[in-house]
């Protein structure tokens, strides 16, 4: 039966608007979230994470931005970019002390100064042209030296170690950048609140560049499937993480050692401002407490065996929402903890603020990495040196986590990722291997390796490596011989003196992974500092930043040379010009008229002379018509000569 033409229009009417309908449930969103965790060494950690999703483009390819930064948006559309990552830190993460195994430091422990990878979908041709115009727009949008990263001496592209990309990937690092709030004011402006409402609010200036480390990271990424198998669109993760010294009042209790007892804080205590309620475009806005497993069994046994309640031990000046306990803790230390607070119910009027005192001293330590990287120079003057990378056993075999993969047996596996630039000529078949203090061939320890040599002025050098080392390894040390090269004055910085900067290398265990599982309630949606908690990543750490000094001209000299060139130029033709011009006729004209005046003492000539005294002026002597001389007397023959001889030496000896 076929429809009437004014039926058919209706119901095309009506499909289109439920298919609109539909369209218009994957609207975006914002979500707020601040992860606050006492340090075993007297210090707070708190991590800022805020999130924003853009729906897919619809049917005509474009997109209608309410709350996500129309700017990161053009940008991933015009240089289509799949996966990004940039980050600006001060300061180094404590490996030791704060943790080394866990999703913080895997994930938000950052290299010093400017770290950038992205992962481009086009062809590969085409990979360094898009990453060319992607550092300038970044450059342009957070006010910093980002387009340094364009030359090809300054990025390489890491096939496997860092990330697996399929050649499409780019990767540099910038380690003597500054951090300072030109860069954070930017980065604040991509928040739907930016810091005028909401958990930004918190973010305040001297606290956070007065801290010990402060990291503000910035990760995009692009068509790819959530764990739902869902296409998000557009994903973008702010996260700021900063490690602050509380200033709080300490509990004064005469039996507790000071040196043990933790440091009460809040959030007005330790960033002087109180959360006035949440963004008002948020979906969400959370605050989360975390006690890590570490400190969790501690607590338990100030409190006795019998007793359960960890929260004897502290006062919190806000009641939690809910108290989360990790799952399938496989770390054989305990299960973390985290108290949530929601910011909804809180306003101007009822600010939070979120304070901790301690009752009793506490002391813990942090889950370390199986190994514990340190790299160092080795050698000394301006022609040659050394690199070392050591490995340390953290002494975790008793308590060592549980790698994810048994096929492999008792062998621990360790990627090595490091670049060197162009003027540090490393010597890769120089490279030496020490296990547990023994050199070792090093074909029985390295699985795999992959060596692209520095080329000058064109590329840096880069190593990435596979180590398979025993169980019980107690130390692992790689060498690596290098040659200082020469560079021309114009590539000099403005802080050659200082010496010049080998970027940090990246140590990651790919049979060890960092998670935590906590429970979710299934009537809303999970938050994103959760679910970014449960993604399974690898452990990860840094090493530190190598200073090289490098052989540096004296950059006074042109300045000396140009100073005594002037000088002697200034000497030689003023002195030939005053001899040059001088009249000596009339100069012999004017001593024989003040000789025959004095001689005769004429009455006229006496009053002349005193006027002229009076009046402050020099007598002018009255033209005769005597004869001058034509001839230069010897004297200015021989000024003329020996200026001359001074500039025919100077030529011959510095010309």
């Known amino acids: 039966m076929e429809l009437p033409p004014r039926w058919a229009f209706l119901l095309f009417l009506l499909l289109s608007s439920t298919k609109a309908s539909g369209s218009a449930v994957d609207k975006e969103e914002f979500q707020e979230e601040l992860l606050l965790k006492p340090l075993p060494d007297r210090k707070v950690l708190a991590h800022f994470h805020f999130e924003t999703r853009a729906p897919p483009c619809n049917s005509n390819g474009r997109r209608h931005h309410h709350l996500f930064p129309k700017a990161i948006s053009q940008m991933v559309e015009k240089f289509r970019v799949k996966e990004m990552e940039l980050s600006f830190t001060q300061g180094r993460w404590n490996y030791e002390r704060w943790g080394g195994f866990d999703t913080m430091s895997s994930n938000n422990a950052k290299p010093p ?30 006010c910093a030296s980002i387009n340094f990263l364009e030359s090809s001496t300054m990025y390489s592209a890491p096939e496997w170690s860092f990330r697996q990309a399929s050649g499409s990937l780019r990767y540099g690092m910038l380690p003597r950048e500054a951090v300072c709030t030109e860069n954070l004011t930017p980065w604040l402006k991509l928040l739907p609140c930016r810091d005028n409402a909401g958990l930004s609010a918190l973010m305040d200036r001297p606290s956070i560049y007065t801290s010990f480390y402060h990291s503000q990271r910035l990760h ?10 869902l296409n998000p669109g557009i994903v973008l993760e702010q996260t700021l993480t900063v490690v602050l010294h509380p200033s709080g009042q300490r509990t004064s ?6 040196s043990y007892l933790q440091p009460s804080w809040s959030l007005s205590s330790i960033f002087g401002r109180k959360v006035n309620g949440r963004c008002a475009l948020a979906k969400s806005s959370k605050v989360y407490l975390q006690l890590e497993r570490g400190l969790v069994p501690e607590l338990k046994k100030n409190i006795g065996s019998e007793g359960y309640d960890v929260e004897a031990n502290f006062d919190l000046s806000v009641n939690p929402d809910r108290v989360l306990t990790e799952e399938n803790s496989r770390h054989g230390i305990g299960s973390s903890l985290l108290y949530e607070f929601s910011v909804d119910k809180y306003s101007n009027s009822k600010p939070f603020d979120l304070g901790l ?18 790299r160092f120079l080795m050698g000394s003057g301006n ?33 090595i990722f490091q670049i060197v630039p162009w003027y540090i000529r490393v010597y890769y078949h120089s490279l030496q291997l020490f296990v547990d203090d023994q050199l070792k061939a090093v074909g029985a320890f390295v699985e795999k390796i992959h060596v692209m040599p520095s080329k000058d002025k064109i590329s840096p050098g880069m190593m990435e490596m596979v180590l398979k080392l025993p169980c019980g390894v107690k130390s692992a040390a790689l060498t690596l011989d290098f040659d200082k090269g020469f560079l021309h ?9 200082q010496g010049f900067d080998i970027p940090s290398a990246a140590v990651s265990f790919p049979n060890f992974h960092a998670s935590m599982h906590f429970p979710s309630n299934d009537s809303e949606r999970k938050s994103p500092m959760l679910s970014k908690f449960q993604e399974s990543s690898p452990v990860l750490s840094y090493t530190e930043v190598l200073l090289v000094p490098l052989t540096t001209p ?25 001899v040059l011009r001088q009249r000596v006729g009339e100069k012999e004209r004017l001593l024989k008229s003040k000789a025959a005046a004095v001689k005769t003492g004429r009455p006229s000539e006496l009053l002349s002379r005193l006027s002229a005294k009076l009046r402050g002026r020099s007598q002018e002597p009255s033209q005769s018509p005597s004869e001058s001389s034509p001839l230069i007397n010897s004297k200015l023959v021989l000024k003329v000569l020996l200026m001359a001889a001074l500039a025919v030496a100077w030529q011959y000896y510095f010309g």
């Open 113 to 142: 100064g400017v770290e950038l990878w992205a992962v481009f979908d086009v062809p590969k041709e085409q990979v360094d042209a898009s990453w060319k115009n992607l550092t300038h727009t970044l450059s342009g949008l957070f």
């Open 220 to 229: 995009l990424t692009s068509n790819a499937s959530d764990l739902e198998g």
């Open 253 to 258: 209790l005469t039996h507790i050692s000071e």
């Open 357 to 374: 005192t301690w009752k009793f001293p506490v002391i813990w330590s942090c889950q370390q990495a199986p190994l514990h990287a340190i």
């Open 383 to 415: 022609e040659r040196g050394a690199i070392a990378i050591l490995l340390k056993s953290t002494d975790l075999n008793d308590s060592s986590p549980v790698a994810d993969s048994a096929s492999d047996g008792c062998e621990l596996h360790v990627n």
């Open 489 to 497: 004055i114009d590539e000099y910085p403005p802080d050659a003196n």
């Open 554 to 578: 004296d950059f006074s000299m042109p300045y000396n040379v140009i100073t005594i060139t002037c000088t002697v130029f200034a000497l030689y033709f003023g002195s030939l010009l005053n």
